[in-house]
Structure formats: C-alpha cells, structure tokens
Nanobody, 123 residues
Framework: QVQLVESGGGLVQPGGSLRLSCAASGSDFSINGMGWYRQAPGKQRELVVHITNGGTTNYADSVKGRFTITRDNAKNSVYLQMNSLEPEDTAVYYC?????????????????WGQGTQVTVSS
C-alpha cells in the first residue's frame, strides 16, 4: 500500500520557476517508475515526464528544455523543477508511481496517484 503526496505548487508569473515534490510512503512496497502528469481545465490528463528506476527520462515536447525531473530512491521521492513557466503550464500536477506492493494481501504492480497540486502561471 502506497500513498503519494505532492507539494510545491502555487502562483507564479510567466518566466518564473517552481519546484514540485512528491513523496511516497506506506508499507510493503518498492517503487519502479515515477512521473508527473497534469490536467488543465477542459483537457485530458497528460504526461509531463516519466523517469525509470535507472534514470531514463521521457519528457513531453512542450516541456523539454524547461522542466527537469529528478528522483531520490532512498527517500522514495521525485521532484519536478519547472523553469521558464508559461500560462499554458497552468494545471493540476499529479505525481504517479508504479509500485510493486501489497494491497489486501495481493502482491502486484499497482499504479498510484497523488491528490495533485495546483500550478497557476499568470501575470
């Protein structure tokens, strides 16, 4: 069983920066891939970036060169440094993790989601 908690969202002006954090906690689990997704009003949730255990990353074209994902496996955490923010980046950002864990006595690869943190880019 795993819980994900995001933090670091807020209001920032265009061109500004924010750093999002996500921490996984629980019991009987190991984290595999992690990532950040976002959902803007009226739009579907989309992948921002994903990172594997080995550090391989996959960024959405819209954020390449501006966003950077890092993870600290010892802390079961993942971070998203967002620079040169644009109004189009405004969305609720969700942390995601693929975890081999136990739920209700069953061990399997489960997909977990945080509650989200609001990022608003506006002048």
């Amino acid at each position: 069983q795993v819980q994900l908690v995001e933090s670091g969202g807020g209001l920032v002006q265009p061109g500004g920066s924010l750093r999002l954090s996500c921490a996984a906690s629980g019991s009987d689990f190991s984290i595999n891939g992690m990532g950040w997704y976002r959902q803007a009003p009226g739009k579907q949730r989309e992948l921002v970036v994903h990172i594997t255990n080995g550090g391989t990353t996959n960024y959405a074209d819209s954020v390449k060169g501006r966003f950077t994902i890092t993870r600290d496996n010892a802390k079961n955490s993942v971070y998203l440094q967002m620079n040169s923010l644009e109004p189009e980046d405004t969305a609720v950002y969700y942390c995601n993790a693929d975890s081999f864990s136990r739920r209700g006595g069953a061990w399997a690869h489960y997909d977990y989601w945080g509650q989200g943190t609001q990022v608003t880019v506006s002048s």
